[in-house]
């Protein structure tokens, strides 16, 4: 079964800086890791009710748990981090693991 490791990002001030870190450095070194099966961005284009206003979510999809634990462990998944760290996503972003609950299997 996948699971999929997803971060949420909060509306940065300057969306269009933003964007250009996010997918100039983190995104190719994000593809760089190890066990990594997909890289699914989304633009939030919409929110109807919540707070705060999201503005990106990306999903990281992986084999399985253990794939994920042993990719989190190598030298290019603390690549991404740092970078992610040294231009402010940092303070944005939210992070989570989930994978497909049985409840809901089509």
């Known amino acids: 079964m996948t699971v999929s490791y997803f971060a949420l990002y909060r509306t940065p001030e300057d969306p269009a800086a933003f964007e250009q870190h996010y997918f100039g450095s983190h995104v190719p ?3 760089r890791t190890p066990g990594l099966l997909e890289n699914r961005v989304h633009r939030v284009t919409r929110q109807f ?15 399985s748990p253990e794939a994920m634990e042993q990719a989190f462990r190598t030298e290019e998944w603390a690549a991404s981090g740092a970078d992610l760290r ?7 972003v939210t992070m989570f693991a989930a994978e497909p609950h049985p409840s809901a299997a089509g």
């Open 49 to 63: 009710v919540g707070e705060p206003s999201w503005f990106l979510l990306a999903e990281l999809v992986f084999e």
């Open 86 to 92: 040294s231009w402010g996503g940092m303070e944005l």
């Open 29 to 31: 070194l994000v593809e």
